[in-house]
């Protein structure tokens, strides 16, 4: 099993739509939570960043994370076409240097 | 300020051939480590380096080394290339992820080994 779990999708939304995208995990150690977004033949770059549980806005995105069911998730609202991209979710447990990434939510906003 | 530079961006090897991708970063970060992603897999940690000296084993390290010489480089070198090495490898690094400081990544290598 993966420590991190996100649905591959592909997600298809009409511009204007509010996105939910959405990830599970398995270790109860995790305390940092990181959203990257990867544009097609490009790295990824980090989109949102929350420590512990709770909700973090920036601009149109909003960052939740519900430790108590393992649940993490990204909202977009007002999607725009240039929101098309791989989304992946990521955490990291206190103490550990690395990140654990979910395979990636690919999103297209149609116009 | 360029950030994280990852040469070639392109690669085609025969089997059995050897290479190093090479990973420079300007932003004085300790953490360093290499990831390569494939389709359904995700990324996938290889090695990582919390600073010049000192590396580690990842994910999936066989058929990959890597070295930490100086703060700003940390190259991979894939010692016997197989076609399951085919892949897109990132590098990236980090000002300290015990303060939890995201990744910053490099644009890729794509390596195709026939």
């Known amino acids: ?111 | 300020n360029a950030g994280v530079t990852q040469t070639p961006k392109f690669q085609v090897l025969k089997t059995g051939q050897s290479m190093t991708l090479q990973c420079a970063q300007d932003m004085n970060h300790e953490y360093m480590s290499w990831y390569r992603q494939d389709p359904g897999m995700g990324l996938r940690l290889i090695h990582y380096s919390v600073g010049a000296g000192i590396t580690d084993q990842g994910e999936v390290p066989n058929g990959y080394n890597v070295s930490r010489s100086t703060t700003e480089d940390f190259p991979l070198r894939l010692l016997s290339a197989a076609p399951s090495q085919t892949s897109v490898y990132f590098c990236a690094s980090s000002k300290d992820t015990q303060l939890g400081y995201g990744y910053t990544f490099g644009s890729g290598t794509r390596l195709t080994v026939v």
């Not at chain 1, 993966?2 to 939304?13: A, M, N, R, T």
């Not at chain 1, 990830?23 to 990867?38: D, G």
């Not at chain 1, 994370?65 to 989304?87: H, N, W």
């Open chain 1, 1 to 111: 099993q993966k420590e991190v779990e996100q649905d591959p999708g592909p997600l298809s939304v009409p511009e204007g739509a509010i996105v939910s995208l959405n990830c599970t995990y398995s270790n109860s150690a995790f305390q940092y939570f990181m959203w990257y977004r990867q544009y097609s033949r490009k790295g990824p770059e980090l989109l949102m960043y929350t420590y512990s549980s709770g909700n973090k806005e920036d601009g149109r995105f909003t960052a939740q994370v519900d430790k108590s069911s393992k649940y993490i998730s990204l909202f977009i609202r007002d999607s725009q076409p240039s929101d098309s991209a791989t989304y992946l979710c990521a955490g990291r447990p206190t103490g550990a240097n690395n990140l654990f990434f979910g395979t990636g939510t690919r999103l297209t906003v149609i116009p």
